[in-house]
């Protein structure tokens, strides 16, 4: 059961890197982004990890439609660029989930 949840857990990781993003609007502080092919657990992890920065003002996400994998995410910042933040916060969430699965293949 385990070996199977832990494939399981990495499909949905590599389901998570092939995610299609596109920029719906940007402004100075502003980024409204469509993302398609992703999950709500490694979306939850960016809106995480942008919510942990302190110019992040506001970071959120919503399902578009109910049937399809699309995303509406908003990231407002105060005194930094949002592509930069959401940018870092993808590569803290990847680092994460590398140290997740390393460490639960280790107790194998």
Sequence with gaps: ??????VIFLKAIFVSYCMEIKIINK?????ELEIIDADHDFLGLI????????KVLVATYKKSHPEF???EFLIKT????PVEA???AIKSAVK???????EIVSQL
């Design 78 to 81: 105060k005194g930094a660029d």
């Design 47 to 54: 809106e995480s990890e942008l919510n942990q920065n302190s």
């Design 96 to 102: 994460t989930i590398e140290s997740v699965t390393k």
């Design 1 to 6: 059961m385990l070996k199977t949840s832990i």
């Design 69 to 71: 994998h699309r995303y």
């Design 27 to 31: 402004k100075e502080d502003t980024l």
């Design 86 to 88: 959401f940018n870092k």
